[in-house]
């Protein structure tokens, strides 16, 4: 594989070739991937901290590779992209997600929303809000229930990105902005964008005890989605410490390791939901 140099020169890299090899062979195993139904999806919950009510949960794919064990999605999710997996692999996950959901709550589970990562690609793709809302029919969650995380990189054009949200929320999703701050986005966009949520972005918490300036900058999170009448939620909380910054900062809405890893969906059931309602 040829890398572009620091001068503009290419240099070769025995390294990158392994990877390039590796990824020939995940790429035509990623195809089958579907069919063969190697693809999971787990569930991490997230809570309302003083309650510790589960307020919902967010789908995240798994590869169960038959030779490699579990593949997390930074692995093959970028070949997805590469290879247009995406559009089949990301439908299949929405399904897969708001079917979950809908049994839940037919056998008596928590009337909560399932957040679903779209990527870029997805996003994008011109009859989005048609197949959304098919899987929403064909599964009979209700729309309100569906939660979808997009991210700032995706708003790069604001009259297009405007335009597909609002078309989804005419379908009556949610829309919730992930890795919240990592991003480019104008801050005068926010109050424009028909989203519903803030998701502040992990690497702000991860050193949030001792850095002074993410402290800052997750306070300034908050009290802005609070004076845009916007939900804010914490991801990658892992210590009481980072907890208890979070909600004296205001902020309730919590999700990390501290609470719960992401789980199998029968995981879930047994861990989190009411013996015998299910
Ligand atoms: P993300 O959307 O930011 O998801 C959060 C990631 O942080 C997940 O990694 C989750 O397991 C991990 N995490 C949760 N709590 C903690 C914590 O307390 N500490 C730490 N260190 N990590 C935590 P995962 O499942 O490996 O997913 C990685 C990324 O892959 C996701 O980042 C998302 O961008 C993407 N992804 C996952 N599922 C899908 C999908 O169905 N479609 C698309 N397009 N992307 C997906
Ligand atoms: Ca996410
Ligand atoms: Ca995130
Ligand atoms: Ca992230």
Known sequence: VKKQGKNGHQFYSPDLDVQLLENIGLESD?????????????????????SNR???????????????GMLSPGVFIPIAEETGLIYEIGTWVLSEACRQMKKWHDEGGPLIPVSVN????????????????????????????????I?????????????ILEELNKIGTRISLDDFGTGYSSLSYLKKFPIHKLKIDRSFIT????????????????????????????EGIETKDQL???????????QGYYFSSPLSASE????????NRL
């Open 244 to 254: 208890d910054i979070l909600t004296e900062n205001d902020c309730h809405e919590i």
């Open 30 to 50: 990623l195809r089958k991937a579907i069919e063969r139904n190697e693809l999971v999806v787990y569930y991490q919950p997230q809570f309302h901290a003083q």
């Open 118 to 149: 779209l990527s870029s690609h997805q996003f994008h793709q011109p009859n989005l809000v048609e197949y959304i809302v098919k899987i929403l029919e064909e599964t009979k969650l209700e729309p309100q229930y569906l939660e979808l995380e």
């Open 54 to 68: 589960m307020i919902g949960v967010e789908a995240l794919v798994r590869w169960n590779h038959p030779t490699r």
């Open 151 to 163: 991210t700032e990189s995706m708003m790069m054009d604001p009259a297009v990105s405007i335009s």
């Open 207 to 234: 050193d949030i005890s001792e850095n002074h300036n993410d402290k800052a900058i997750v306070a300034t999170i908050i009290s802005m989605a609070q004076h845009l009448k916007l939900d804010v939620i914490a």
């Open 268 to 275: 879930v059931e047994k861990t989190f939901f009411v013996p």
